[in-house]
């Protein structure tokens, strides 16, 4: 598997050694960002690495900075990134299992090495099921789509996008009738 690891400066003690492992368990590695300690700021970092998995150049990536918040924020900025920050295994294995995640982000300061390794792993083994979940992520997908139009475009952007598969959309339509269908008065009433 092609994987893009990434990290600032707290995270790039472990960019090497990660490296070194992944590539002996088979994997095609490029690193980005401070791969020597030097101060960086994680938004490069994270931005490279999502550009790899948009433009089919990694198939996942893996981010790693002091706290991993910034860098999913970043990460996730980026069209077709679903980046995950992960605490543990079931969120590890939840994030490629439910919500088909293509980058992980991870906290140096929070993990350390033997959690960060473990985590990664469970992650990389897990597999997307695809079913009720695939329909949500294409979801997600589509209110992309829809939203890079809309600015592209100048429009304003909204929550109507299509229902699938027969489904009342749980998405679509405005707030307000987003609010009627949960049993809240909408601002009209």
């Given amino acids: 598997m092609k994987i893009a690891l990434g990290a600032d400066h707290?995270?790039?003690e472990f960019l090497r050694r990660l490296r070194d492992n992944l590539e002996n368990e088979g994997h095609e590695i490029t690193l980005h960002g401070s791969v020597?300690?030097?101060t960086a700021d994680y938004p490069v970092a994270a931005f490279e690495v999502a550009l790899a998995i948009?433009?089919?150049r990694a198939e996942r990536g893996?981010?790693?900075c002091g706290s991993g918040i910034g860098m999913c924020?970043?990460?996730n900025k980026v069209p077709g990134v679903r980046a995950a920050l992960v605490h543990d295994e079931f969120e590890a294995q939840m994030s490629r299992r439910h919500n088909d995640a293509n980058v992980i982000c991870l906290s140096a300061h929070t993990l350390g090495r033997q959690n960060i390794d473990r985590l990664i792993q469970s992650w990389l083994q897990a597999e997307f099921e695809g079913g009720r979940h695939a329909r949500r992520v294409a979801k997600i997908q589509q209110f992309e789509a829809a939203c890079s139009v809309a600015m592209a475009e100048g429009k304003p952007l909204t929550m109507d996008l299509p229902a699938s598969s027969g489904e009342p959309n749980a998405v679509a339509g405005d707030a307000e009738a987003g609010a009627e269908r949960r049993g809240q008065p909408s601002a009209s009433r």
Wanted: avoid cysteine; glycine fraction near 20%.
């Fill in 10 to 12: 707290r995270g790039s």
């Fill in 54 to 56: 948009h433009h089919g």
């Fill in 36 to 38: 020597d300690g030097q």
């Fill in 73 to 75: 924020i970043a990460a």
């Fill in 62 to 64: 893996v981010l790693i």
